[in-house]
């Protein structure tokens, strides 16, 4: 929360990211365990995902209240060779259909890469799977170019 | 003041990078970027004399947009960042502002990052978007560099 009872635009990027690495499994997570059973043999120790792009519609304040919590819906939008996008959605609790009043709205790009050697790589075959998994072509795909106003 | 028809200048300041802003990837996390886009923009808004206060409640603004292109990696540094922003546009019902962050010595590898930031000016009472008001409009004109269309 910040001086004006609003939670804080910055915050809503920590949102986002939370539910991203849940979704993607990053170490650690229930999905990380469950793929672990199910060794990729095209997987390395150094693959990982780095943000490169995160573009935030705020639609209306957060206000801060006791106990509240919010619902972060996330999808994926588009699949390419090494990148993709993930849109996410900030929800009352339980509000997920396709006309969802949202709070915010984000569109978020991600580039599969080598972690020792600093540079991108070709997304797994597991990693597509993953991917795959998340395309719900039920909900609205605003990005790229959908939007109005300066890029 | 920037008389009409002139180009403003551009906003700078240095944030000093903290050890608690890395993550597990030793990476200056994505959210510590957006704090930085915000602790520059508040000095912006403070040195053209519009004043971001809680206790002027009716004359705020609300960030409205916040994109970031992430261009390359911010890792734990002593040496400060320096963060640039500017106005490129003013309508009525928002501001636009630019931002980057860059080495302070310029090293010559580009910006780490830069931002777009839309600003809807808001009163908090009433809980509705207000209008620009002249004299917002005239102290930001000081940092006005329009996008070249």
Redesign the interface.
């Known amino acids: 929360m910040d001086?004006?009872r609003?939670v804080?635009?910055?915050?809503y990027?920590?949102y986002c990211?939370q539910a991203r690495t849940q979704m993607l499994g990053?170490?650690g997570s229930a999905e990380a365990e469950m793929r672990a059973r199910t060794p990729d043999p095209e997987a390395e120790p150094t693959d990982?995902f780095?943000?490169?792009?995160?573009?935030?519609?705020?639609k209306k304040?957060l206000v801060y209240r006791d106990n509240r919590t919010v619902d972060v819906q996330s999808w994926v939008t588009r699949i390419g060779n090494s990148s993709f996008d993930i849109a996410h959605r900030i929800v009352s609790p339980g509000d997920l259909g396709p006309a969802a009043k949202h709070y915010a709205a984000c569109f978020t790009t991600m580039v599969a890469v080598d972690?020792a050697a600093?540079r991108s790589r070709k997304l797994r075959t597991s990693e597509l799977a993953m991917l795959e998994g998340y395309l719900d072509p039920a909900l609205p795909v605003p990005m790229p170019g959908g939007r109005k106003?300066?890029? | 003041m920037t008389a009409p028809g002139t180009v403003g200048v551009k906003h700078r300041t240095e944030i000093q990078v903290r050890w608690g802003d890395q993550d597990?990837?030793q990476?200056v996390?994505?959210?510590a970027y957006?704090?930085y886009l915000?602790e520059a923009r508040a000095e912006m808004l403070a040195a053209a004399g519009v004043r971001a206060s809680?206790h002027a409640r009716h004359g705020?603004f609300?960030?409205?947009?916040?994109?970031?292109?992430?261009?390359r990696?911010l890792t734990f540094r002593p040496a400060p960042v320096a963060v640039t922003t500017w106005v490129?546009?003013m309508s009525p019902a928002r501001i636009?502002l630019r931002c980057e962050i860059t080495d302070p010595a310029d090293d010559g590898l580009g910006p780490y990052c830069t931002g777009?930031t839309?600003l809807v000016p808001y009163d908090?009472d009433e809980?509705y978007p207000r209008r620009v008001s002249d004299e917002e409009r005239a102290a930001l004109s000081h940092f006005l560099i329009p996008?070249p269309s």
Do not use: C
């Open positions: 001086a004006y609003h804080n635009n910055t915050l990027f920590r990211e990053f170490e990982g780095v943000l490169i792009s995160a573009d935030m519609e705020y304040p972690k600093q106003g300066p890029q | 597990a990837y990476h996390n994505n959210v957006a704090a915000q809680a705020t609300v960030v409205a947009r916040l994109k970031v292109q992430y261009l990696q490129s546009a636009t777009l839309v908090l809980d996008d």
